[in-house]
């Protein structure tokens, strides 16, 4: 199975300042396709999870655009460009790639210094 | 409104069945793979079962041979037959819906969830 391993666990982050999610698979996430499916899910106190980013870098619609998705094969990033208060959460990652299993990455809590 | 509404959890003991019930609205139901996906108190997410269009499921293998994923469009409805449930069961079930082909995309429907407690 592709496990996927997010770093940091916890981040404590500034109103307005920058924070950065690194996601690491344990095999390549390009599909046969030529696609790259991975994920991104937030997920708020209470409340179910909401997918933020697919294929990378693409935001659903009504996310802000201080979310960004980036990386390739391996190695994937979320970064929030300026932490809102309502950013607060536990933001996974998620491939879809080797379907059919879907794996998702422990989780990072997204805190408010 | 596209919308997910779980429902069937509950208590029941170690050993014991349960079987949960997923209403699907807003959306032609019968296009789209469907999954559940659990969430232990604390805990992280994990993928527990699909099924695609054709009625073709799929498990992990920590409930494979003890839960049964099910669909009926008829009724927009989308099942999950739990046996044998142990303590490591016990968690939130969120019904979510695949995005793009084989939930590639991951799942951009969610439901509120259900509470699934296995104990004695």
């Known amino acids: 199975d592709v496990v996927m391993t997010q770093s940091p666990l916890s981040l404590p982050v500034t109103l307005g300042q920058p924070a950065s999610i690194s996601c690491r698979s344990s095999?390549?996430?390009?599909?046969?396709?030529?696609?790259?499916?991975l994920n991104w899910f937030q997920q708020r106190p209470g409340q179910s999870p909401r997918r933020l980013i697919y294929?990378?870098?693409n935001r659903d619609s009504g996310v802000p655009d201080r979310f960004s998705g980036s990386g390739s094969g391996t190695d994937f990033t979320l970064k929030i460009s300026r932490v809102e208060a309502e950013d607060v959460g536990v933001y996974y990652c998620?491939?879809?790639?080797?379907?059919?299993?879907?794996?998702f990455g422990q989780g990072t809590k997204v805190e408010i210094k | 409104e596209v919308q997910l509404v779980e429902s069937g959890g509950g208590l029941v003991q170690p050993g014991g069945s349960l079987r949960l019930s997923c209403a699907a609205s807003?959306?032609?139901?019968?296009?789209?793979?469907m999954h559940w996906v659990r969430q232990a108190t604390g805990k992280g997410l994990e993928w527990v079962s699909a099924i695609g269009t054709a009625g073709d499921p799929y498990y992990p293998g920590s409930v494979k041979g003890r839960f049964t994923i099910s669909r009926e469009n008829a009724k927009n409805s989308l099942y999950l037959q739990m046996n044998s449930l142990r303590a490591g069961d016990t968690a939130v079930y969120y019904c979510?819906?695949?995005?793009?082909?084989?939930?590639?995309?991951?799942?951009?429907?969610w439901g509120q969830g259900t509470m699934v407690t296995v104990s004695s």
């Open positions: 095999q390549s996430l390009v599909h046969s396709d030529g696609n790259t499916y």
């Open positions: 294929k990378v870098s």
């Open positions: 807003g959306f032609t139901f019968s296009s789209y793979d």
């Open positions: 979510a819906r695949g995005a793009a082909v084989a939930g590639t995309d991951g799942f951009d429907i």
């Open positions: 998620m491939q879809g790639t080797h379907w059919p299993q879907w794996t």
